[in-house]
């Protein structure tokens, strides 16, 4: 943790110390997000080959739900950048190995910090994700699941009321059933 406050307190102003900080860190997780912040305030030139770092340390994590997860913040950091064929081929890295996340609650999770990683630098970013949800979280499996198409269906309202939309999407059943009801769609 020390590390990766340092790091994000170096970055927007010595990238080559807070590269330093970054990759101090022990724990995989800490790491990739330290090297995450680094690559967004690093010059161009080299903010690539910290995000090429970054993914490549992701697969240090102890399990795939830590690989899949922690990648939001580089995969984030790319979409900001601009940095797109980096971001869609680690996006689609995090989305096949999705299905290998037990428990599935946590599954469910992982896909959500991908999701809103994604959907904040453009809602279009997201829609790989959202399909992928939709493929292997049915919203009654965990309260986790059902959080997730309800913070899904929340953020799109607020964006583009669109939250109807993402409830339709939903297979039959009681998670729906409450959202349809706390959306005023039943």
């Known amino acids: 943790m020390i590390g990766r406050q340092r790091a994000g307190q170096l970055a927007p102003s010595d990238t080559a110390q807070a590269l330093q900080a970054a990759r101090g860190c022990p724990d995989a997780w800490y790491r990739v997000q330290a090297l995450a912040s680094v690559a967004e305030y690093a010059d161009r030139s080299v903010a690539l080959s910290i995000l090429e770092e970054a993914a490549r340390e992701a697969q240090s994590c102890h399990d795939a739900y830590g690989t899949v997860a922690v990648m939001a913040w580089p995969i984030g950091v ?31 999770y992982a896909l959500e910090i991908l999701w ?71």
Do not use: T
């Open 116 to 186: 809103h990683a994604c959907f904040v630098e453009h809602p279009s970013h997201a829609n790989a994700v959202w399909r992928r949800i939709l493929e292997l979280c049915h919203p009654d499996s965990s309260w986790r699941a059902a959080r997730l198409y309800l913070h899904i269906a929340e953020i799109q309202h607020g964006h583009n009321r669109s939250a109807a939309a993402v409830i339709r999407a939903m297979p039959p059943g009681k998670a729906r059933s409450w959202l349809e009801r706390r959306f005023g769609l039943a």
């Open 78 to 108: 790319a979409f900001r950048q601009g940095q797109l064929a980096f971001a869609g081929r680690e996006l689609k890295k995090c989305l096949d190995r999705a299905s290998e996340i037990e428990p599935r609650a946590s599954q469910a």
